[in-house]
């Protein structure tokens, strides 16, 4: 009876649940694949603003899924999956892609501003990913200075050697690199040193309550000082409040990215904001 149980019993079911979620896997490759083809993918931008001036510097692209039936669906719910799958590496094509005709668009109407994505550790896994970057933007008469790579924290801290050296030759080639996340990885602070970087961005868990809490301050501020230190600048990602704002530009941050100045907005809303915010006179201070 108890045999019966535990052993196969248990083997069984396991099994299923595997091929069960092995099978939602293929699924939704299948389907991510498909979205990609049917161009249902679309990209939101958020508003970074300069501490100092108040000035929009650029936006991040954040990619949403515009789904036929379930609605916008938010990058959560099907990144995991598509980095499983090794599908990001379509979608990631993508992005840049429509990241290169976004940017093109706005040269010609005489709109010169940055814009950053986020890169996937498994898009580095392709030898060419670098080259054919460079190849996209050139073909859309971008030049690299108007992008910003985010790379998390680990997924900088883990690339082997010949990527930083890739990464350092777009640098050089005008490209800014950012960290994405930081502080919720395990930074190895002789390649943070090395690393071929303009910003950080602040992981939102360190912030979250740095206006309640004395040691939350005091780790913070530690943070900015150690990235000023290795000469690159800082942003505050995911800012909900004026009070957090105002604390982390007395502590130095450089740029702000959060709900309390703009959510995500889609490219026309994007336009029209920023068109506002450089008539008026609004201020981050
Ligand atoms: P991330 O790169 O750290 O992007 C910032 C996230 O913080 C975005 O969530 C943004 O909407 C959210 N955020 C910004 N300000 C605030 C705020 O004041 N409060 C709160 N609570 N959240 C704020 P989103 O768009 O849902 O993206 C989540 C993550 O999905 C991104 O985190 C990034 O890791 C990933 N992701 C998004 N787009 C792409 C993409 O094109 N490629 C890859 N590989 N990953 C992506
Ligand atoms: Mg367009
Ligand atoms: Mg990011
Ligand atoms: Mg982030």
């Known amino acids: 009876y108890r045999a019966k149980n535990s052993g196969g019993g248990r083997y069984c079911l396991f099994s299923e649940e595997l091929a069960e979620e092995h099978q939602r896997k293929i ?46 669906r938010l990058p959560n719910s099907f990144i995991p999956v598509a980095e499983q799958t090794g599908i990001i590496a379509e979608l990631g094509d993508w992005v840049i892609a429509e990241v290169a005709s976004m940017l093109a668009e706005w040269q010609s109407q005489g709109i010169e501003r940055r814009l950053a994505f986020n890169v996937s550790p498994r898009q580095l896994d392709r030898a060419d990913f670098f080259q054919r970057l460079r190849t996209t933007l050139s073909d859309a008469g971008v030049p690299l200075s108007l992008v910003e790579l ?31 996340d930081f502080g919720t990885g395990y930074s190895n602070l002789a390649r943070l040193r090395t690393m071929p970087l303009d910003r950080v961005k602040l992981d939102p868990s360190l912030i979250k309550d740095i206006e309640s809490s004395e040691q939350a301050r005091v780790v913070v ?34 740029t702000v990215q959060g709900f ?14 920023t068109q506002n915010a450089e008539r008026g006179s609004r201020s981050v201070a």
Not at 150 to 179: K, N, P, W, Y
Not at 227 to 238: D, L, P, Q, S, W
């Open 150 to 180: 985010e790379f998390t924290e680990s997924a900088a801290m883990e690339c082997s050697q010949h990527v930083l050296d890739e990464i350092a030759a777009l640098r050089r080639e005008g490209a800014s690199i950012a960290i994405d």
């Open 221 to 254: 501020q530690a943070v900015v000082q150690l990235i000023k230190g290795v000469g690159a600048e800082i942003v505050a990602e995911a800012v909900e409040t004026a009070a957090q704002a105002d604390i982390l530009r007395a502590m130095g941050c450089e």
């Open 260 to 273: 309390v100045f703009a959510h995500p907005m889609f490219e026309e809303e994007y336009l029209n904001w």
């Open 27 to 72: 699924d939704t490759e299948a389907a991510l694949s498909e979205a990609v083809q049917r161009g249902e993918f679309v990209l939101a931008l958020q508003p970074q603003l300069s501490f100092a001036t108040g000035e929009v510097s650029g936006a991040e692209a954040l990619l949403r899924w515009n789904h036929p039936r379930e609605g916008m």
